[in-house]
């Protein structure tokens, strides 16, 4: 059995990241305490009956009070708003994280609500899928998965071994970075692939009726994994574009340069250089596969459901 690591864990949002991370906390014993709150009184009653937390609260401020660590589980823009509610409760030694796949305006817009007696240390698990809300939650989510740590310069040290120790508690490979590198990094791993999906998905949903259903009719794989993407929560996306706007328009225009070389090379029929380009990245996705991060079986390796296969009809 793991040992128990915090006495009373607070979450702040019950989607899904924030009902996994209850979930892993309560099925691993991590926490002796597992607390939730969420603003929507209807996401409330449905983790009642769930039963995934010990205590479920509309008020951020109340789940805090006492807590050892408080984990905001919303997105990127409101994380600010919630730091200012549950700032003034946060008791000495009380550890103040998060889970954006943005860093530094988060860092930045939390740190004004902390007091000095607490400690702010974000965090972002590299997980999820495309479900939201707390049924979609589920304690395996994080196993083998990385969860990147970016502690300010002045971050007390045992405070951020105790969150590593919580996240690898959950399963989750952790790193230690800057907030700004990270969001560098995040930003062509995940943040572009999103607005990529978003774009492609939303060219086919402007195309002429007639031609529009037979792209859904015939989806091959690309298209159909864009789909699921692109089908992600437009509250969290929207607010990670605008968080992260300058790490992303420089990917950007990387992405724009090499496409515009791949356009040069379909027109002028240069096979050479495209089947070079193909094998280069044809060697990216052995090393992800490599590496644990993914499988090579169908269907990318996913779940039907992106749910385990126990929770799966």
Known sequence: MTRVLV???????????GSSVARAAREKHLAASVVVADADPEVCERVRELGFADVVSQSAAFAAEGADVVI??????????VAEEVGPVLKHGAILSDVGSVKGSVLDAMALHVPAHAHLIPAHPVAGTEF??????????????WC???????????????????????????EVMSAQHHDLVLAITSHVPHLIAYNIVGTAAH?????????????????????????SDPTMWRDVFLSNREAVLEMLGRFTEDLT????????????????????????????????????APDFGRLAAGKPKHEQS
Not at 150 to 165: D, G, Q, R, S, W
Not at 209 to 230: H, M, P, Q, Y
């Open 207 to 231: 195309l002429e009726e007639t031609l529009t259903s037979e792209v859904i009719k015939f989806s091959a794989g690309g298209f159909r994994d864009f789909t699921r993407i692109a089908s």
């Open 72 to 81: 905001v589980c919303v997105p990127v823009g409101a994380s600010g708003a």
């Open 148 to 174: 990147i740590v970016t502690p300010p310069e002045e971050a007390h040290e045992a405070a951020v071994e105790k969150l590593c120790a919580l996240w690898q508690g959950m399963g989750a490979n952790v």
């Open 7 to 17: 006495q009373r864990l607070a979450i702040i949002g019950a989607g899904l990241i």
């Open 261 to 296: 070389a791949l356009q040069r090379a379909i027109r002028y029929g240069d096979g050479q250089a495209l089947f070079e380009h193909f094998t280069r990245t044809r060697a990216i996705r052995r090393s992800i596969i490599e590496q644990g991060q993914e499988t090579a």
């Open 132 to 145: 939201s809300g707390p049924d979609a939650g589920f304690a395996s989510l994080f196993e083998n998965r």
